[in-house]
């Protein structure tokens, strides 16, 4: 009887050793996930957490300018007409004043489609890119790497948040200023190229603007427009 008993004791002792084995086991594997868990958030922080300082290469690329306002195979000032043979119709299209023009818009699946007034018909004048579907400036896309929007475009200062330009953001502001203006800017949210055309006679110009927006060092968005209010 007492050789049972101590039997059956052995073996609550090895079932309560095992059990114990397996619940360190997976302390351990659930330890080692967090840890590493905590690392890779640790590594994505440190690389991706602000761009507008990290160092950049220079290079020689052109400047931006309204000949990179594209979208697929359309370009700035394409008609209604080919915009809409081009990516077919709409999912919604709607019409609103701003200023002193007439405007439409026109929503597809991660696509929209600014159209403005002109004469009798209407002419591209602002897209908004959020799907990796289509093709922006210089072959940039919703998905890629921030630092191609860095490689595609001229890079004179390797350092700061002026990539390149004859004047700073704040000139398109002051009267004085009538000449060419264009730059291009980095924040820790956004990539701006702007390149506004020379002021004559004191009439308002019209500014090409590019802004690629980006998370966690990808583009999750890409806005291009010009001759809008």
Same mark, same amino acid.
């Given at each position: ?40 958030? &640790?590594?994505?922080? /440190? ?10 290469? %220079?290079? $020689? @690329? #052109?400047?931006?300018? &309204?000949?990179?306002? /594209? ?10 007409? %080919?915009? $809409? @043979? #081009? ?11 701003i200023g002193q023009y007439n405007y439409k818009i026109l929503e597809y699946n991660g696509l929209k489609v600014t159209l403005k ?11 908004n890119i959020t799907s990796n579907k289509y093709t922006g400036p210089r072959d940039l896309k919703v998905g890629n790497k921030i ?51 020379e002021i004559v006679d004191g009439i308002k110009t019209n500014i090409a603007k590019l802004d690629i927006k980006y998370s966690g ?13």
């Amino acid at each position: 009887m007492e050789k049972k008993k101590e039997t059956n004791v052995k073996k609550n002792d090895i079932k309560t050793t095992q059990t114990d084995i397996n619940i360190r086991k997976k302390m351990t594997v659930g330890l080692a996930i967090l840890i590493l868990f905590v690392f890779v958030l &640790i590594l994505r922080s /440190t690389f991706f957490k602000n761009f507008a300082e990290m160092h950049l290469d %220079t290079n $020689k @690329k #052109e400047i931006f300018s &309204i000949k990179d306002l /594209t979208v697929g195979n359309l370009k700035y000032g394409n008609s209604e007409e %080919t915009v $809409k @043979k #081009e990516l077919g119709n709409p999912k919604s299209e709607k019409e609103k004043i701003i200023g002193q023009y007439n405007y439409k818009i026109l929503e597809y699946n991660g696509l929209k489609v600014t159209l403005k007034e002109n004469y009798d018909n209407y002419i591209l004048t602002k897209v908004n890119i959020t799907s990796n579907k289509y093709t922006g400036p210089r072959d940039l896309k919703v998905g890629n790497k921030i630092t191609k929007a860095f490689s595609n475009f001229n890079v004179e200062n390797s350092t700061g948040a002026y990539l390149y330009g004859n004047h700073v953001k704040e000139a398109l502001k002051q009267k004085e200023v009538t000449e060419n203006v264009y730059f291009g800017i980095r924040t820790s949210e956004n990539i701006l190229y702007v390149n506004r055309d020379e002021i004559v006679d004191g009439i308002k110009t019209n500014i090409a603007k590019l802004d690629i927006k980006y998370s966690g060092g990808k583009i999750n968005e890409i806005i291009w427009s010009y001759d809008i209010e």
